[in-house]
């Protein structure tokens, strides 16, 4: 050790050291030869594997409760490679319409691939069952999902799943994994957006894969090959985001909560969707498969039209009219004018958003400041 200038003696630093090398110099033809025949973690090339990476991906492991875990450069490119390693013409995908936007715009490649798909509603997940075919090889959810935090039941789309044999992956950026713990419930896959509530502070894009050897295998292969490696800057940041997650999660949550209180019942609200509140739609199955709370992602309509929402959000002054969630700032945002304006018109209200709901994503604010933010904007309705 003693020769290794930055862990002298094994006393390692506090944080892991931005590792910006493209490439690594053989010791010998031997070191090489382990390296390439997996015999020893070494590193050759950062688009195969890069330290800096490899840290977080054992950190945000450990959160999932996983073997192991890939990390990416966004959370669609963690998508779209457990599209790519598990999917080929002729098979067949199930997805809820209620998934983030950019879903449907890799669908519309993976059909162009020959690749089935049949969408269906997340408030309807009990109709997995009757859709799947002999080809069906994947079902993808969100639990809670974006935007209208609707709830699957994890444990029993993993025993519809794997009857069948098929993958199942579930999304779990809007729960993370302070609140929920997918792969402990079944899923196959765990897929995150860590742009979200594990970076935690509007600044790094990454995606991350937890999941088990053989499928940590799998997709290593899929990032390799394509070149989705996150770069180390990011990871570093990623892992500073860590630090502190449990944290964060635990105040988002707090202030979450606080605010579906505010909102439930209020004169200038119509629908509220907090999973954590008792009268919400899908509360029994999140009081089963989430824990220390529910997170900070609420769904709402306000007023009646479009216009009562934008006058809504433009009297806001502590939350910020944005997209992305699960940050240090509170941040809202319109989803059909946002995240779902590329969705043909049908897609972006058949399955219940509407033109004045909007998306709140906590942050970890004082709660008070919050509440009277929520408050007077709404009495500008
Ligand atoms: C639930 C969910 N999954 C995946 C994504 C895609 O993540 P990224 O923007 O990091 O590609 C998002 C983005 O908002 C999301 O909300």
Same mark, same amino acid.
């Given at each position: 050790?003693?020769?290794?200038?930055?862990?002298?003696?094994?006393?390692?630093?506090?944080?892991?050291?931005?590792?910006?090398?493209?490439?690594?110099?053989?010791?010998?033809?031997?070191? *090489?030869?382990?390296?390439?025949?997996?015999? =020893?973690?070494?590193?050759?090339?950062?688009?195969?594997?890069?330290?800096?990476?490899?840290?977080? @991906?054992?950190?945000?492991?450990?959160?999932?409760?996983?073997?192991?875990?890939?990390?990416?450069?966004?959370?669609?490119?963690?998508?779209?490679?457990?599209?790519?390693?598990?999917?080929?013409?002729?098979?067949?995908?199930? *997805?809820?319409?209620?998934?983030?936007?950019?879903?449907?715009?890799?669908?519309?490649?993976?059909?162009?691939?020959?690749?089935?798909?049949?969408?269906?509603?997340?408030?309807?997940?009990?109709?997995?069952?009757?859709?799947?075919?002999?080809?069906?090889?994947?079902?993808?959810?969100?639990?809670?999902?974006?935007?209208?935090?609707?709830?699957?039941? =994890?444990?029993?789309?993993?025993?519809?799943?794997?009857?069948?044999?098929?993958?199942?992956?579930?999304?779990?950026?809007?729960?993370?994994?302070?609140?929920?713990?997918?792969? @402990?419930?079944?899923?196959?896959?765990?897929?995150?957006?860590?742009?979200?509530?594990?970076?935690?502070?509007?600044? *790094?894009?990454?995606?991350?894969?937890?999941?088990?050897?053989?499928?940590?295998?799998?997709?290593?292969?899929?990032?390799?090959?394509?070149?989705?490696?996150?770069?180390?800057?990011?990871?570093?940041?990623?892992?500073?985001?860590?630090?502190?997650?449990?944290?964060?999660?635990?105040? =988002?949550?707090?202030?979450?909560?606080?605010?579906?209180?505010?909102?439930?019942?209020?004169?200038?609200?119509?629908?509220?969707?907090?999973?954590?509140?008792?009268?919400?739609?899908?509360?029994?199955?999140?009081?089963?498969?989430?824990?220390?709370?529910?997170?900070?992602? %609420?769904?709402?309509?306000?007023?009646?039209?479009? @216009?009562?929402?934008?006058?809504? =959000?433009?009297?806001?002054?502590?939350?910020?009219?944005?997209?992305?969630?699960?940050?240090?700032?509170?941040?809202?945002?319109?989803?059909?004018?946002?995240?779902?304006?590329?969705?043909?018109?049908?897609?972006?209200?058949?399955?219940?958003?509407?033109?004045?709901?909007?998306? %709140?994503?906590?942050?970890?604010?004082?709660?008070?400041?919050?509440?009277?933010?929520?408050?007077?904007?709404?009495?500008?309705?």
């Amino acid at each position: 050790m003693a020769d290794d200038p930055l862990t002298p003696y094994g006393n390692r630093p506090m944080v892991t050291p931005i590792v910006n090398a493209v490439n690594y110099e053989y010791s010998s033809f031997e070191v *090489l030869r382990q390296i390439t025949d997996g015999e =020893i973690d070494g590193y050759t090339y950062h688009r195969d594997d890069n330290p800096t990476v490899r840290a977080v @991906e054992r950190q945000i492991a450990d959160l999932e409760g996983a073997e192991d875990c890939v990390v990416c450069t966004t959370g669609m490119a963690a998508c779209t490679m457990v599209y790519l390693t598990y999917l080929s013409a002729g098979d067949h995908l199930i *997805l809820f319409h209620d998934v983030y936007g950019a879903h449907y715009k890799v669908s519309l490649i993976l059909e162009r691939l020959g690749v089935e798909i049949t969408w269906l509603d997340a408030a309807d997940w009990q109709s997995v069952q009757a859709n799947m075919r002999p080809n069906t090889k994947m079902i993808l959810c969100e639990t809670p999902s974006n935007p209208l935090c609707k709830l699957v039941d =994890i444990a029993a789309l993993a025993a519809v799943a794997h009857d069948a044999g098929a993958l199942f992956v579930v999304d779990n950026t809007f729960a993370t994994p302070f609140h929920q713990k997918p792969l @402990e419930l079944g899923a196959d896959l765990v897929v995150h957006s860590a742009t979200k509530a594990l970076g935690g502070h509007n600044d *790094l894009m990454a995606g991350a894969i937890a999941t088990h050897k053989d499928a940590y295998n799998d997709l290593w292969f899929t990032r390799q090959a394509i070149g989705t490696t996150l770069d180390a800057y990011s990871a570093s940041l990623l892992e500073r985001g860590l630090k502190t997650f449990e944290l964060r999660a635990e105040k =988002i949550a707090a202030n979450g909560l606080a605010m579906a209180r505010l909102l439930d019942g209020h004169a200038k609200v119509s629908r509220l969707m907090y999973p954590g509140l008792e009268n919400s739609p899908g509360h029994a199955i999140a009081a089963r498969q989430m824990h220390r709370g529910f997170g900070g992602m %609420l769904a709402f309509d306000v007023g009646e039209t479009i @216009e009562d929402a934008k006058r809504f =959000i433009t009297a806001l002054h502590v939350i910020i009219h944005a997209v992305s969630l699960g940050a240090t700032e509170s941040l809202i945002c319109v989803p059909y004018l946002t995240t779902m304006l590329y969705l043909p018109e049908e897609r972006r209200t058949t399955f219940g958003v509407k033109p004045h709901t909007v998306r %709140l994503s906590a942050g970890i604010e004082d709660t008070d400041r919050l509440l009277a933010d929520l408050d007077q904007a709404l009495d500008a309705v």
